[in-house]
């Protein structure tokens, strides 16, 4: 539980040490689906999820959303834009990114109503710019501004793919 923790500050603090060692580390993943799902159930309750079945309805729904963007940001990484350093696997992708969570479980406190706004917009940043150090540090990419056009190209492209099925659904 110590390293968990020392892991999830490493990653929160963006530190590129604490990336390569869970890229590095398979037993990892365990600890990194943990840390997205407590930051998926911390943005639940931020966002007003107040009963278990919205909790897990919210949670369920955000970790499907990472998965979804972390796929997409690993194919487009390494088959689109990689650079000629560039090798990974998908749980390399999915330790660092599961880890880039960590300042999500502050969204918890989006839930007084008097900082919510501030709370959700900070602690989102946050995350993207660590999710972003991740898939440099994953992607063993040199560039960051290629780390965040990698990132920023999977989230349009999901974003994209899930507007047009709420318009189907609905």
Known sequence: MN????????????????????????????????TAVIASVAAAIGTGARDVVSVVSATSVLLMTWIVWVVLTYVIGTRLLPEPSTHADIGEVLRTTGFSASPG??????????????????????????????????????????????????????????????????
């Open 105 to 170: 479980i502050l969204r918890a406190f989006a839930v007084i109503p008097s900082i919510a706004l501030p709370v959700y917009i900070g602690v989102t940043f946050w995350m993207l710019l660590a999710f972003v150090v991740a898939i440099r540090q994953a992607l063993d990419f040199t560039s960051l501004p290629r780390a965040f056009a990698v990132c920023f190209l999977g989230w349009l492209i999901y974003a994209v793919l899930f507007v047009g099925f709420v318009r189907v659904a609905l």
């Open 3 to 34: 390293n968990l923790l020392k892991r999830m500050l490493g990653a929160a603090r963006l530190n590129a040490d604490t990336y390569e060692q869970v890229e590095a580390d398979r037993t990892s993943l365990t600890g990194a689906v943990f």
